[in-house]
């Protein structure tokens, strides 16, 4: 598809996040559209997830999203212009007693 270079990318890695996004904007002169879609759910319950995996999760989810966001928003503000879409799963909105992965399974007991 012309204008698209997949790249592979690690969220969690701030600099390789600006490279890869450098390096976009220098091919391509603008990045017209972010979709920010990296992601995942932890499977167990609460006490059966590590806090390992539950900051993995986080780095990923939250923080990965805000890095990536934050290397593409300064060139669409500059040209005032362009399109970021959040994606996420149903986990964000269902719980499921078996997925740590929202607030309501933190508090939910049965």
């Known amino acids: 598809m012309p204008g698209v270079v997949p790249a592979d990318l690690d969220v969690t890695d701030p600099a390789q996040t600006r490279e890869v996004v450098a390096d976009a904007l220098g ?11 990296a992601g995942f759910a932890q ?16 780095e990923t ?6 890095s990536v ?5 300064p060139s ?3 040209r005032r212009t362009g399109h970021i879409i959040l994606t996420a799963s149903m986990g964000a909105h269902v719980s499921l007693p078996t997925m740590t992965c929202g607030c ?7």
């Open 27 to 37: 091919r391509f002169g603008a990045i017209d559209v972010l979709v920010n879609n």
């Open 43 to 58: 499977l167990g319950t609460l006490e059966e997830v590590d806090l390992d995996g539950l900051r993995a999760q986080y």
């Open 69 to 73: 966001t934050q290397a593409v928003l």
């Open 61 to 66: 989810n939250v923080f990965g999203l805000v």
């Open 104 to 110: 309501r399974n933190l508090i939910r007991a049965g």
């Open 76 to 78: 669409m503000r500059e």
